[in-house]
Every structure is written in C-alpha cells, then in structure tokens.
T-cell receptor, first 113, second 110 residues
Framework: DAGITQSPRHKVTETGTPVTLRCHQT?????MYWYRQDPGHGLRLIHY???????DKGEVSDGYSVSRSKTEDFLLTLESATSSQTSVYFC????????????FGSGTQLSVL | RKEVEQDPGPFNVPEGATVAFNCTYS??????FFWYRQDCRKEPKLLMS???SGNEDGRFTAQLNRASQYISLLIRDSKLSDSATYLC???????????FGTGTSLTVIP
C-alpha cells in the first residue's frame, strides 16, 4: 500500500463547471502524477509534479491545471469541464530508489454531462 | 509513432494454457521496463519489473530484448484469476515520465 488516496471516487458534473480532484499521499514521495484513462488510449499523462510548486505538463494537459502547495497533496483542476473530459483519472507516485516504479490511487470516475 | 505499442487482444485462453504478450517501445534510451496488471474498474498494479537478463516470478516470466526494443510477458498454467488487462510500461533514462501501452486483455476460460 503506497498510501495514496484520491477524492472524490465518483463525480458527475455539468459542462462548464469547475472541478477539482484531490490526490493525497502519506509517504512524502517527491514525484506525483495525474493520468487519465480512456478506451483505446490507455493511460495518458496530464501533469506531473517533482516537488512543492514544481509541476510540468504531460501529453494531454490542455484544459487542466494542477497545484501542489504541500508535498502530500496534488490537485487537478478542470477550469471549465467539457464532455471530452469524461474519463477515469488516476493519481500516481513514483517510488523506489534508483529504480522508480509507479504506484496508483484507486481512481476517480468523472462524468461531464 | 507511439512510445509504447501493444497488441490489445483480446486473448481468450483455456485454463492451464501458456500465453505470451509482447510490447515494443520506440525510445532506444529507455531504461526501465515494467508489466502492470489492471482489473476491471481498478487501478493498475505492478506485476513485475523487467530486467535485462530476464526474470521470473512463479508462473510469470518477463524478458527484455534491447536490440529489437521489445519486452515480453509469459504466463504459464493460466488461472481464472489471471483474467485482466496487462499494461506494458517504459521509463526513459532521462526525466521521470513513464509511458504506457494501451494494454492487452486476457480472459482465461474454464
């Protein structure tokens, strides 16, 4: 258990509304990631963080922003949700000195109507 | 071109069968390789890392061929509980991003 908690687990929202997903870790890992998973595309990186206030874009970052004000929390925000952002969102941390591996949270199912 | 490519399957095999999955990667500077397992509606979980010399964990064997840029996963004596999607994951030598294949679906049939 890598001590990763995502909230909420499920969310239904309407187009145009802002949405924030939270990822919380208990083990002080430096790197945190947000992925989305869609049929036919696999897991795609949205944003990642390599420390407090240090973040970078992934391959599908448009329409998303992130913040990391504390080591343990990594927030993903959809400023104005669209139906194309309906997906399953996974948070992950990387751990393992010298041979990092990814460990995932349980995911958030987001539906944008 | 995608960083990592997998045959999506599905693979439907009887119990006790041996099944193999392959995955190719495009970045020759890739350093770390993994197989993850994902059950329906669950998060991916690390199944095993893949080392240059090949490695085995019970019924599972992973191999890496750097020259041809592919990794493989062999499952022997398939169990019903092996039914899942298997994801190939590659990490380049530089940076801290991981690249995923789209996954290969396996169903083991009684």
């Amino acid at each position: 258990d890598a001590g990763i908690t995502q909230s909420p687990r499920h969310k239904v929202t309407e187009t145009g509304t802002p949405v924030t997903l939270r990822c919380h870790q208990t083990e002080n890992h430096r790197y945190m990631y947000w992925y989305r998973q869609d049929p036919g595309h696999g897991l795609r990186l949205i944003h990642y963080s390599y420390g407090v206030k240090d973040t970078d874009k992934g391959e599908v970052s448009d329409g998303y922003s992130v913040s990391r004000s504390k080591t343990e929390d990594f927030l993903l925000t959809l400023e104005s949700a669209t139906s194309s952002q309906t997906s399953v969102y996974f948070c992950a941390i990387s751990a393992g000195q010298g041979r990092e591996k990814l460990f995932f949270g349980s995911g958030t199912q987001l539906s944008v109507l | 071109r995608k960083e990592v490519e997998q045959d999506p399957g599905p693979f439907n095999v009887p119990e006790g069968a041996t099944v193999a999955f392959n995955c190719t990667y495009s970045n020759s500077a890739s350093q770390s390789f993994f197989w993850y397992r994902q059950d329906c509606r669950k998060e991916p979980k690390l199944l095993m890392s893949v080392y240059s010399s090949g490695n085995e964990d019970g019924r599972f064997t992973a191999q890496l061929n750097r020259a041809s840029q592919y990794i493989s996963l062999l499952i022997r004596d398939s169990k019903l509980s092996d039914s899942a999607t298997y994801l190939c994951v590659v990490k380049p030598q530089t940076g801290n991003q991981f690249y995923f294949g789209t996954g290969t679906s396996l169903t083991v049939i009684p």
